[in-house]
């Protein structure tokens, strides 16, 4: 029994790693309606970014995280203000082929700036587990899962209460009717790439820091496409609730079904769960059904 | 084709919905045919294997647009659909002895079945959700496929096929594999221009456009989604089974989701719901990398640097220039290639005497 | 408008430039190689290939090729099938005598058109295991350990470590063919010597394996791990297993498991005793890297990068000494012109090539393009990887009846 806990507790720390990435992909979608295929690379930039800053320049963390939130946020605004804007209102699917040759730029980009080879992120984050009624806690997925839920929380709080994500939910309902009442979009669509940025500058510290920082960093965008579908594309608690329950199978998978039929269940598992999950709620768990009318 | 409508006049329907109502339209059709029958007179073997690596996309980017530029389902599977057919060309040659133009089909239809299957959520989920369901797609079946020593001949994954032979003739190099390639790309041309102008074509479109409606004039969504997801896998099929027979071996590394993503990039490029389009962004997404290659080295050279001293920054600036090419191009024509050749054509129908 | 004119003038300089062929020029022996320097395996890729030109550009500062001057073309081709075969279309049309195929799914692509081409083409830590055998694969050539060969020399440094009947293997292995393809091996070895051998597979990308590595260390609680991971997956098993409080000297790597780059990934700290095998010796301290430390770099004024002397780029310096030797041989037994074929059997006539201890003795037969299956065992200390072991190699026979069975079919 201890052997599923070990595994279902690890698959939940991954989750919430998962979310984080899954939050920025959810933040875009929701208000812009852009799938963004380039959020993997976004993240690999911010990993990109504090390793420099770490290592290149020798910062220390304490200068290099503003630095680092800065740049990201600079970052999602110029993309949007540079790349997006012009396609809006284009054909959906012309949109997200913008965000597929923004990722190759994204790739050539990194590697051309820093470098190709891998580079570590020294965080003071010890390597040691935390071993609590025998299921081993490894202190950087705890750091990933406050951090989520840290984020996650302000969130919810921000787009409940604060004026600003009110205007963010009334775009992401309906940009015409947000406009007419005289909520600025521009600015919405903005603050939304910066805040995906954001997201992405702590998924990059985060699973830089686990993995190691080169270009194939960006490979942990894939893993987002089952945990944002199980939750709703346009959901953040969608988000963290999908990446758990796919960090969880995932793992518990892994643990018992791999030794019978030779590996990789981890790999298309989750999507089997997504697919069937899907038949039943089209729109994921939380996510918003479209009532559809001629 | 470039044409003009000038002075002539249809006076039956069968003539009005001819594949090329008019006689200079069939005349450069022609033409083109005959001068991709004649291009291995005049290049040499490398570039007739680019002209090889050009049409085998270009037969795997018609099939995906006539699911999703015609029917409007957006799929990111397409490659484990190539894969399917790859593999079944592979077994039904090794195991079977069949030849090379029975295991095209052979392999085309195998994959629209598995295609068929995984269309099934169509039925329920749209849109970007069934996207992403078609990614599930990609992955099953690689792991399947990976994972089944039946299918896949070993941990290896790999099966060599026998040099295809064609009534005595040993298909070994760039200029015979493009005659092997070339006149099926050539009939899936010309067979998904009737199929889209045809009944069926039509219900992909009502489909596509607005499936509420379309149901209710009485096209039976259900059936043509799946014939849909049926049709465009069997192209993938095809065009899978082809690669297989181009390399001498079938190899599911080749069809991964990078494939699909690239394929679907190439008919958005080119241009959802045209045919033309597709063989445009099949030749455009092929060939830009290669001629990138080309361009920036040699343009390097140019300015006096050292390809070894600097490879590393000219890779980079590549993969920049292509992602911002991509970018570039829909931000000027959203709407693709083809798009771009019809404001040429449009241009020259009234040339010189527009206004 | 203006932007559409550009871009279509563009276009058409673009095109006219590439299908103006480069002009040939004779008495240069030419070879070609392909490199992926943006695509899935581009870590590695940005030291192989200086490697392989460094050492081009040293065997032309010395003279050439018994006074033929070597020409090598680098083609990038971003790991894509597509690119790779039109890289290599390109290399044969410019009159390339032999290739470096990068890439496994590329070598497997092109394995058929060396054949039908009579081009070798060299695929060092690339290749299928079982195109050892000449005699069926007469154009490829591994010329280094394949994964078969470092499964028996892996199991072999276990068992001189210690292992007996009833120790636990644990072997963790990438879900892909390259990773699978020890499996056979280490397989038939646990079988041999009464191991308990469990496999654990990991999913590509393989950027999270904590299940894997609970079940190793918790449940099946291994006495070795043997690793046959790529890409960001070794630097995340060393993570893991460390987290896990696995001895790193108990952690035996495949060859791509054993770059800098792995290491500094996990972190050197984390690294600590982890061993992992190398086809060809590393370190700056080495005659032929210090040859091309002064001769390329120090002679021409340039700045030594800092990747010189590093696994990846050795193993690129090894590509490059193979083909210019193969060419040698090929120049000294059969004169000009050089042909692909002859190339082959230049390949077949290389004995006890060592490149001042650079190599293992490597002897190439028309039966064996392997060169022996020698790797060396490196441990990580400090900041750099150690040798700990002479070459060595491991259940022979059990590799090569794998071979020999693989091919009879």
Redesign the interface.
């Known amino acids: 029994m201890a052997f599923f806990f070990d595994l279902f507790v690890n698959g939940l720390m991954i989750g919430s790693m998962y979310a984080l990435v899954a939050l920025g992909f959810v933040l875009i979608y929701k208000a812009t309606s852009v799938v963004n295929f380039a959020q993997g690379e976004l993240v690999m930039f911010g990993g990109y970014i504090a390793a420099a800053l770490l290592v290149l320049y020798k910062l220390p963390l304490a200068v290099a995280l503003p630095v680092l939130l800065g740049s990201m946020i600079a970052l999602g605004f110029i993309v949007e203000r540079g790349v997006l804007r012009p396609m809006v209102g284009q054909n959906v699917i012309s949109v997200v082929m913008v965000t597929v040759g923004l990722a190759q730029v994204f790739q050539g980009a990194a590697a051309l700036l820093w470098g190709a080879q891998t580079k570590n992120i020294p965080l003071p984050i010890p390597l040691e587990p935390y071993v609590i009624w025998e299921i081993y806690l490894s202190p950087v997925n705890i750091a990933a899962a406050v951090v989520s839920g840290v984020f996650m929380v302000t969130f919810v709080w921000f787009f409940r209460k604060s004026r600003m994500g009110i205007a963010m939910r009334a775009t992401a309902n309906d940009q015409q009717a947000a406009m007419a009442v005289g909520i600025n979009v521009r600015m919405v669509f903005a603050l939304s790439w910066a805040i995906a940025g954001l997201a992405a500058a702590l998924g990059g510290v985060l699973w830089g820091n686990l993995i190691g920082v080169d270009t194939q960093l960006a490979l942990v965008g894939l893993k987002v496409f089952p945990a944002v579908i199980l939750g709703g594309l346009d959901s953040v608690p969608g988000a963290l609730v999908g990446g758990l329950i796919i960090g969880a199978v995932e793992s518990v998978a892994a643990g018992y079904v791999d030794p019978y039929v030779g590996g990789g269940t981890k790999d298309f598992l989750p999507y089997v769960l997504m697919i069937l999950a899907l038949m039943v709620r089209p729109y994921g768990f939380f996510g918003r059904e479209i009532i559809e009318r001629v | 084709m470039i044409n003009r409508e000038c002075g002539v006049y249809q006076t039956t329907y069968e003539g009005d919905m001819a594949l090329y109502p008019l006689p200079l339209a069939r005349y450069s059709t022609l033409a083109v045919v005959v001068v991709l029958a004649l291009l291995p007179l005049v290049l040499?073997?490398?570039?007739?294997?680019?002209a090889n690596?050009m049409l085998?996309?270009s037969i795997g980017a018609i099939g995906l647009n006539i699911l999703?530029g015609y029917t409007g389902q957006?799929s990111l599977g397409h490659g484990a659909f190539m894969m399917v057919g790859s593999y079944t060309a592979a077994l039904v040659t090794v195991r079977l002895g069949l030849p090379f133009w029975l295991g095209l089909p052979a392999g085309g239809a195998v994959a629209a079945l598995v295609g068929a299957f995984f269309g099934i959520?169509s039925l329920?989920?749209?849109?970007?959700?069934l996207?992403?369901?078609t990614?599930?797609g990609q992955?099953?079946i690689?792991?399947v496929i990976?994972?089944s020593p039946w299918i896949s001949g070993g941990?290896?994954?790999?099966i060599?096929v026998p040099?295809p032979t064609f009534l005595g003739w040993n298909i070994?190099?760039?200029y015979r594999r493009y005659f092997m390639v070339l006149p099926v790309a050539i009939v899936a041309y010309v067979a998904a221009m009737n199929l889209v102008r045809s009944r069926v074509g039509r219900a992909f479109i009502a489909v596509r456009d607005?499936d509420?409606?379309a149901e209710?004039i009485g096209v039976d969504i259900f059936h043509y989604k799946l014939l849909a997801f049926a049709v465009s896998s069997f192209y993938a099929g095809m065009a899978g089974a082809l690669w297989t027979y181009y390399?001498?071996?079938a190899?599911?590394?080749?069809f991964t989701?990078?494939t699909s993503?690239s394929y679907?990039?190439m008919i958005?490029?080119g241009g959802?719901g045209s045919v033309l389009g597709s063989v445009f962004g099949a030749v455009f997404i092929?060939l830009l990398?290669?001629?990138?290659?080309?361009?920036v080295e040699?343009g390097a050279a140019l300015f006096g640097f050292k390809?070894?001293a600097i490879?590393?920054?000219?890779?980079?600036?590549?993969?920049?220039i292509?992602?911002?090419?991509?970018?570039?191009?829909?931000?000027?024509e959203?709407?693709?290639l083809f798009r771009?050749w019809g404001?040429v054509k449009r241009y020259f129908r009234l040339w010189p005497y527009s206004y | 408008m203006k932007i559409k004119g550009l871009l279509t003038a563009g276009f058409a300089v673009a095109l006219a430039v590439a299908l103006a062929a480069p002009a040939m020029a004779s008495h240069v022996i030419k070879v070609g190689g392909q490199c992926d320097r943006t695509g899935a395996t581009k870590v590695v890729g940005v030291e192989i290939c200086p490697g392989l030109t460094d050492y081009i550009a040293l065997v032309n500062k010395k003279g050439g090729v018994l006074g033929h001057k070597l020409e090598y073309t680098e083609i990038e081709h971003g790991y894509l099938v597509d690119r790779g075969v039109e890289a290599y279309e390109r290399l044969k049309r410019d009159g390339a005598v032999a290739t470096l195929d990068y890439g496994t799914p590329i070598v497997y692509a092109l394995t058929p058109r060396h054949m039908d081409d009579k081009i070798p083409g060299i695929t060092p830590g690339f290749g299928r295991a079982d195109s050892t055998d000449g005699t069926s694969w007469p154009y490829i050539f591994p010329m280094a350990a394949t994964y078969w060969s470092q499964a028996g020399a892996g199991l072999q440094f276990i068992k001189d470590q210690g292992a007996k009947k009833g120790t636990k293997i644990a072997h963790i292995y990438y879900d892909n063919p390259a990773g699978r393809e020890g499996i056979p091996i280490v397989e038939a070895v646990a079988k041999k010597e009464g191991y308990q051998l469990r496999l654990f597979a990991v999913p590509p990308p393989g950027v999270e394996m904590g299940p894997q590595v609970i079940d190793i260390t918790r449940r099946f609680k291994a006495d070795w791990v043997l690793g046959h991971l790529f890409g960001q997956a070794p630097a995340v098993s060393i993570k893991e297993l460390k987290r896990a409080g696995f001895p790193m000297n108990r952690f035996v790597s495949f060859v791509w498991g054993a770059g800098e780059t792995n290491i500094e990934a996990a972190g050197w700290d984390t690294g600590q005793g982890y061993i992992g095998m190398q086809y060809s010796s590393t370190g700056r301290s080495l005659p032929v890297i210090k040859e091309i430390m002064q001769r390329v770099y120090r002679d021409e004024g340039k700045e030594i990068p800092k990747f010189v002397g590093s696994v990846y780029y050795s193993r690129g310096v090894l590509n490059g000494a193979i083909l210019a030797e193969g060419v040698r041989l090929a120049v000294q037994n059969f004169g000009l012109p050089v042909t692909g074929d002859n190339v082959r059997k230049g390949f077949e006539s290389i004995k006890n090539f060592d490149l001042q201890g650079f190599l293992p003795p490597m002897t190439v037969t028309s039966q064996d393009h392997e060169g022996g299956g020698w790797v060396r065992m490196y441990q990580v200390k400090g900041t750099e990887w150690v040798p700990i072991t002479d070459w060595i190699r491991g259940y022979r026979d059990e590799v090569m009846a794998l071979v020999k069975q693989a091919n009879k079919k």
């Open positions: 040499d073997s490398h570039m007739m294997s680019l690596l085998l996309a999703v957006v959520p329920r989920i749209k849109g970007l959700y996207a992403i369901a990614l599930a992955f099953i690689e792991w990976n994972h941990v290896q994954s790999t060599y040099t070994n190099n760039e607005r509420v409606a209710i390399l001498k071996i190899n599911y590394e080749h989701l990078a993503v679907l990039a958005i490029i959802l092929t990398p290669i001629v990138l290659v080309y361009v040699g390809y070894a490879a590393d920054f000219l890779a980079n600036l590549r993969l920049i292509f992602g911002g090419l991509i970018i570039l191009f829909l931000a000027i959203p709407e693709g771009m404001n």
